[in-house]
């Protein structure tokens, strides 16, 4: 039956059954006397759209399939921009926080895949995710704040314009390469030695300690080693005792002496290093040993740096 018009003047019924003998009424929608007037009601496919979008025959892809018309058989159609939107231009009343619902949760997963080339959300609140695990590959980029709970794994490149707030742990298991300003209030890590931490300069910045309001700024003496220094005082004694672990630690071909004499002047060296571990000092002029010292030694369990080395583009 082919009809150039149709008027539907209650509902619209699409079912394989005898007429008025449905076997499924829609009962969200009511039936008979309490029928709501303009639903329709489909116990089967339906395709909307150009037939030609779904070619395998007699093998539906989904219960309801939506493609764009067919702008040559039908070349009014091409005056609808898009092929499904939801508005409530002309309504009185406000959207409902279930203005779109796909799936029932209550009763089982939904599995939802989307094939397309580009994506844009317009949302003047909030949107919420809810998932045990969320999966991203390909360049994110955001601009603004981001704020996360939680572990986020990423694979691949990200670009961010804006502040990041972060209050749960960030674990980096490659090279962290900072081009700018790096700031902490705190900074500790559990994970054992770091290959290498760049930064204009290495600067602590703590509460004043003395002067209520203050702040008390400290940077790092920097050089062309990765150094390690121990200090004290040798009273009546001419043996600086190094620290046991300095024997795996530092190269002894690298510990140098600065001796401080104290109360009067005393002609004292080094006489011999012992070990890389003990150290012999003597007071040339033969009187008691008063003094305070400082030991330098380079380490040697960690690569030594490259000094000067050409910039990577």
């Known amino acids: 039956m082919e009809v150039s018009d149709i ?4 509902q619209l019924h699409c079912n394989f059954s005898i007429q008025g003998a449905t076997p499924n009424p829609p009962l969200c929608f009511g039936f008979g006397p309490t029928a709501v007037p303009g639903t329709g009601f489909f116990n089967g496919g ?31 159609s091409a005056t609808a921009p898009s092929i499904f939107k939801i508005s409530n231009k002309g309504s009185a009343l406000p959207p409902t926080p279930i203005d779109v619902v796909i799936g029932e949760p209550a009763k089982g997963i939904v599995g939802i895949s989307i094939n397309s080339l580009n994506i844009s959300i317009f949302n003047k609140t909030n949107i919420s995710i809810i998932s045990p695990q969320t999966n991203g590959v390909g360049v994110l980029n ?9 572990a986020e794994n990423l694979t691949g490149a990200k ?28 900074c500790k890590s559990d ?3 770091f290959k290498a931490v760049a930064a204009p300069f290495k600067k602590f910045d703590i509460p004043h300690p003395t002067k209520p309001g203050y702040r008390l700024a400290h940077t790092c003496l920097e050089g062309p080693e990765i ?8 009273v009546d004694n001419n043996i600086i005792e190094l620290p046991d672990y300095w024997r795996g630690l530092v190269d002894p071909e690298t510990i140098t002496v600065n001796l401080t004499p104290h109360e009067c002047y005393q002609e004292l060296f080094v006489k011999k290093i012992e070990w ?38």
């Open 159 to 186: 670009a961010q314009a804006g502040k990041e707030a972060r209050s749960s742990t960030k674990v980096f298991n490659g090279i962290l390469q900072v081009n700018g300003l790096l700031q902490s209030n705190v």
């Open 7 to 10: 008027h539907v003047g209650k």
């Open 46 to 76: 339906l395709l909307v759209g150009n037939p030609l979008n779904f070619p395998i025959p007699n093998i539906p892809e989904a219960t309801c399939m939506v493609g764009r018309p067919d702008p040559i058989s039908n070349p009014l």
């Open 227 to 234: 150094g390690v220094y121990y200090r004290g005082k040798l």
């Open 276 to 313: 890389g571990t003990k150290i012999i000092i003597q007071n040339n002029s033969g009187g008691a040993i008063n003094c305070s010292y400082i030991v330098y030694a380079e380490r040697k369990d960690v690569e030594k740096i490259k000094v000067e080395y050409q910039e990577e583009l």
């Open 142 to 150: 955001w601009v603004g704040a981001k704020t996360l709970t939680g």
């Open 191 to 193: 994970l054992g030695i």
